[in-house]
């Protein structure tokens, strides 16, 4: 999250322009050799934005501020370790799939039945029998009612299991229900730590710079790839807050405003995944117009050199700063279940919006790692601005049906990924949450 009490329209420029291409070239590369992505966004012509706290205190509104203090994020936080995990995890599973759009979806006719209907319970639970002494007996004679409940409701907790509690026991769990676990969908640019490559286990967001961040609710999607199943799991309960947080897509797709719904889904929503500063290319005088379709193109290549989603690179200024910014294709807010054929809200923009994020969270520590050019925000397909009262409506949506599960050491949350919504609550002390993604 970009600090909102760094921006100011006089900010000075950075007076050390490259002295040569190699050197410019050398430092892009760096910079993305750095990056993470975390969503997508936004075409070329994008206006200067403000930060949500300056546009709050034009309105009269003031919001909370975080503490900003030094926080000491772990080795794997800052990549240390992540090569032989990387490698293993590499030699078990394969890419994570292609996402599956689907048809144009009849949200009006769709969304009144959704209106109309009684939707099951979200989530559902299930709690280990007091009889059973064998836990894998349990999961491989209950895999079909298990499976059942997962496609049912979207997301099935399992409470008071002990095996689960480490990663061999959680591994052998979800390989008794069938599942064929596959690379996060960030794998190619190391945007999540791997806890355990030999046992596919991924971390979830536990880094402390980040514990008074508020993972918004979201799909484990990159545009171009979407796991289709999740399993999330509790080595450790945090000393106080870090609840899992779910959301059912349905009951999203049901509950949003016909009006916002019909022109969202016309307008399509793209997302930014990075901002590459680029500050120094307006000390070049009459030369920045000759440098930065060069900077542009190299940085294209670059990037497409490191990731393998689509992602395309765009000129804009923040905060009164040249910058180069990815942006994804324009993705529909409601798809189609590939496996249900059940319409279905998948829509990142609680989590990836700048305008919520900096509201709920206002100024958070620096963080470490890939996460430092982390930049996600999102507007309409074609780059207009999406309204502020929409993004609010969302946001009061979203909230409406959070749902949150506190976990403790060896429970697990299977969820549907195109159907359910994850985030995490803010925490304090040590939290030790994993994840196995699925094909």
């Given amino acids: 999250v970009r600090n909102p ?5 006089g900010a000075r420029r950075n007076h050390c322009p490259p002295t040569d291409m190699a050197k410019l070239t050398a430092a892009i590369l760096l910079a993305l050799c750095a990056n993470s992505a975390y969503g997508f966004m936004v075409p070329s012509s994008l206006p200067l934005r403000a930060t949500a706290r300056a546009a709050a205190v034009s309105r009269g509104r003031m ?6 203090t030094a926080v000491q994020d772990r080795a794997q936080d800052v990549g240390e370790g992540q090569a032989s995990e990387r490698k293993a995890a590499e030699s078990l599973m394969q890419q994570c799939p292609e996402t599956i759009w689907g048809p144009t979806v009849d949200i009006e006719a769709e969304q009144q039945k959704l209106k109309d209907a009684e939707l099951p319970e979200f989530p559902t639970y299930v709690h280990k029998p ?9 999961f491989a004679e209950n895999k079909d009612m298990l499976l059942a409940k997962l496609q049912e409701h979207g997301a099935v907790v399992l409470k008071g299991f002990s095996t689960t509690g480490e990663p061999e026991g959680f ?5 008794t229900l069938g599942m064929e676990a596959c690379l996060d969908p ?6 999540r730590p791997v806890v355990s490559g030999k046992n596919a286990v991924y971390e979830a967001v536990n880094k402390p710079s980040r514990a008074k961040f508020f993972v918004g609710m979201h799909n484990e999607m990159v545009g171009k790839r979407t796991v289709r199943k999740a399993a999330f799991v509790c080595f450790k309960q945090a000393e106080k807050g870090g609840e899992f947080l779910l959301t059912d897509g349905r009951r999203m797709l049901r509950d949003v405003d016909a009006s916002v719904l019909r022109r969202w889904y016309d307008n399509k929503i793209r997302f930014s995944s990075a ?7 307006d000390s070049l005088g009459p030369l920045q117009s000759v440098a930065e379709p060069a900077v542009k193109a190299l940085t294209q290549v670059a990037v497409d050199m490191k990731v393998d989603f689509d992602v395309e690179m765009f000129w804009n200024r923040v905060d009164g700063k040249r910058v180069i910014q990815a942006h994804a294709p324009p993705q529909p807010p409601v798809i189609q279940h590939p496996d249900t054929g059940l319409p279905t809200w998948f829509c990142n923009v609680h989590s990836h919006s700048l305008v919520l994020r900096d509201e709920r969270d206002g100024v958070l520590p620096e963080t470490t790692g890939a996460s430092r050019l982390n930049k996600s925000d999102c507007l309409f397909g074609d780059g207009t601005a999406i309204p502020i009262e929409d993004l609010r409506h969302i946001d009061e949506v979203t909230r409406k049906n959070i749902v949150p599960v506190l976990m403790e050491k060896g429970d697990v949350c299977l969820i549907d990924n195109y159907r359910a919504m994850h985030g995490r609550d ?7 949450h994993a ?3 699925f094909k």
């Fill in 5 to 9: 009490r760094s921006s100011s329209s």
């Fill in 63 to 68: 919001l909370p501020l975080m503490q900003e």
């Fill in 130 to 138: 007091a009889d059973v002494t064998d836990e894998a007996a349990y």
């Fill in 171 to 175: 591994e052998g769990m979800w390989k």
């Fill in 186 to 191: 960030l794998h190619s640019v190391a945007g």
């Fill in 275 to 281: 901002e590459l500063p680029m500050a120094f290319m």
């Fill in 426 to 432: 803010v925490f304090e002390g040590t939290r030790k």
């Fill in 435 to 437: 994840v196995t993604w």
